[in-house]
């Protein structure tokens, strides 16, 4: 049972004492989690905390992990990169030590100063985190940058963060920057991966002598900056995140260990990810420095097209992912829409179902709430397993076991499903100024629905208003302001306001039901939280994406755009021939399934929050045109600007 603890007054984070240790063992050896200790008020749950699993750094940083690694397990398989020829040819601890010394050289040779900032604007790439462990070897702090970001917003992140260097992707990125350039007087260096200026600065670092590579390492700390991560800006201009090596350190010390089964592997297969989330990204960046911190060997997959990453995924076979929702969602549309092609709908269905109801019964066993998979139950789910399952995982490259989940809800359907085919999903909440995840699903403990526990170290509190807050050692120092001297505190009393809506249930699961800033309230008076129907209209297969709206407005309405694959497929089985998508908006029969789909939708709240209009739009919200972020949220007061029209027509009497 969870367990109550005092209600006196929390000091700020600094001042806390090192608290005690989850550090029981199970039989396997692996680490067992102490259940989140909770405090109520009036009756609700209002905050929860889990221990640590293990001490907070002290001493040291990032830029030695390489080193450590070289010294205590030289041959291992630290990561794998294309070579030439497209093959993966594994790097070992040794020789990926040694090149980060070689860059971390020429980087100095070309007169960066310990504190400066580089700037790096690729995709994910091996170059990237090479780069990453080089610069923090050398003293400095890097600064990613969107290749996909505007001419403006990457002026405005080598402006704000006074960046002296740029490594970009492509000579193209960097001519491209040319006209702004004017306006960058302290940008001194622009390096290009593909005209080869890493291999050429590894060269000039020949003339620095070991030592200073050294020596800078030796007055790094925990709490010398790392990084600035600039946020997306959905309601501003992006600030700069500030994250230190501690803040790093304490997130991936305890994320390892807490998902001892993901990043340590069972059953013999050596632990590896295909990194294909962007390095931009404090998700992304934050599994990277993980794998170097536990040893798991990764890869990275620089192209998201369905083709290169599924060819990647085959020929990497990595034993776990991350991924966003919006991607498990695509793959089990997908293969409905493959399975219906080929006169299967009914089958997969079948299928699904069980793998779903399977799920749930492990999630049941595992609570001490059910007796897990009945006999029927497992007969089923391995008649089904060749038929569906193992084709999914098949796709994933075959070894795949665990996911790792974030940037916004699966879903308790989704995820059961994903468990029933023998894929555990473990969903996570956090954002760039918690240095990822604060809170994660515990392994053998799911909450199918929520987004788990609080990370090992960390606390979270629902405010008043329900808000949630969060506090631990990962959670960032501040924002940069380079006009006040640097790093400005955002959390003086210990708790970051997150600016999302949660809640925590008796156990001490956290559910996000949305953002504080898009609650609507009608004319009515009536606060209405987007985030539950949008998310579930978004799975659906002919839907892209969806925008709720309704603030001061008498009733509830919505802005649809079309997944093209899906509506592509539900031509061909419906015999209709291709039309422009203006003419498809019109089609009676879409509108109908699209009816439907907002009616399941609408089930999820009471009639006043509901839907009552909606209409679909010929084209997606794009990245391009400023509509969603990198990590394709929604800007909504573009979206609504973009569309006015149709927005006023929603409500025309």
Known sequence: MPISYSSAPH??????????????????????????????????????????????????????????????????????????????????????????????????????????????????TYEWTLLDFAAWAAGLVTVPVYPTSSLFQTRWIL??????????????????????????????????????????????????????????????????????????????????????????????????????????????????????????????RMVAVACVRARVRLGHAPSLTGEDLLADLASFRPTFLLAIPYMLEKIY?????????????????????????????????????GNGPGRALKTARAFYDPLLYRRIR????????????????????????????????FEGYGLTETTGAATVTPPLRPRLGTVGWPLPGTKVRIAADGEVLLSGAQVFRGYWDPHAGGVVPATPDGWFPTGDIGRLDDEGYLTITGRKKEILITAGGKNVAPAPLENWL??????????????????????????????????????KHPVPPELLMGDEELYEVLRQAVQEANKLVSRPESIRRFTVLPVDFTEEAGQVTPSMKLRREAILRDFAPQVEELYAQ
Not at 179 to 207: N, S
Not at 357 to 369: D, M, N
Not at 555 to 568: K, N, R
Request: aromatic letters at 4%; charged letters at 25%.
């Open 11 to 124: 000091p700020a984070a600094p001042a806390e004492p090192e608290p005690e240790l989850a550090l029981d063992l199970d039989r396997d050896g692996g680490p067992v989690l102490m259940e989140p200790r909770t405090r109520r008020l009036n009756g609700e749950v209002r905050e929860a905390y889990v221990p640590p699993l293990v001490p907070r750094v002290t001493h040291g940083s990032l830029a030695d992990l390489p080193f450590e690694n070289a010294d205590e397990a030289p041959g291992h398989r630290a990561l794998s990169r294309r070579d030439a020829d497209g093959r993966w040819t594994d790097v070992t601890a040794v020789e990926f030590a040694d090149q980060v010394r070689a860059l971390a050289k020429g980087l100095i040779s070309e007169g960066l100063m310990p504190g400066d900032r580089i700037a790096v604007m690729a995709r994910t």
């Open 159 to 284: 402006q704000d963060s006074g960046a002296v260097a740029l490594l970009t992707e492509t000579a193209d990125q960097a001519v491209a920057l040319g006209p702004e350039l004017g306006h960058l007087p302290g940008l001194r260096h622009i390096w290009a991966i593909d005209q080869g200026h890493v291999e050429r600065l590894a060269e000039l670092g020949d003339r620095v002598p070991d030592q200073e590579v050294d020596v800078r390492r030796g007055v790094l700390g925990p709490d010398t900056l790392a990084t600035l991560i600039y946020t997306s800006g959905t309601t501003g201009r992006p600030k700069g995140c500030a994250l230190t090596h501690g803040n790093f350190l304490a997130e991936v010390d305890n994320a390892t260990e807490l998902l001892d089964p993901v990043f340590k592997g069972r059953g013999g297969d050596e632990p590896s990810t295909l990194l294909f989330l962007p390095l931009s990204h404090v998700f992304g």
């Open 333 to 369: 549309n997908n293969a409905r829409a493959s399975a219906e092609r080929g006169g299967k709908a009914v089958l997969f269905d079948r299928a699904a179902g069980v793998a779903r109801r399977y799920g749930e019964a492990l999630e049941a066993q595992q609570h001490g709430t």
């Open 394 to 425: 098949n796709a994933l490259g075959g070894r795949v076991r665990h996911v790792i989940c974030g940037g916004s809800p699966l879903g308790r359907g989704l995820a059961a499903f994903y468990a029933g085919t023998g894929i555990s999903v």
């Open 538 to 575: 978004r799975s659906h297969p002919l839907i892209s994406q969806c925008l709720v709206l309704g603030d001061g407005r008498p009733y509830v309405s919505a802005l649809i755009t079309l997944d093209p694959e899906g509506v592509d497929h539900w031509r061909q089985m419906n015999g």
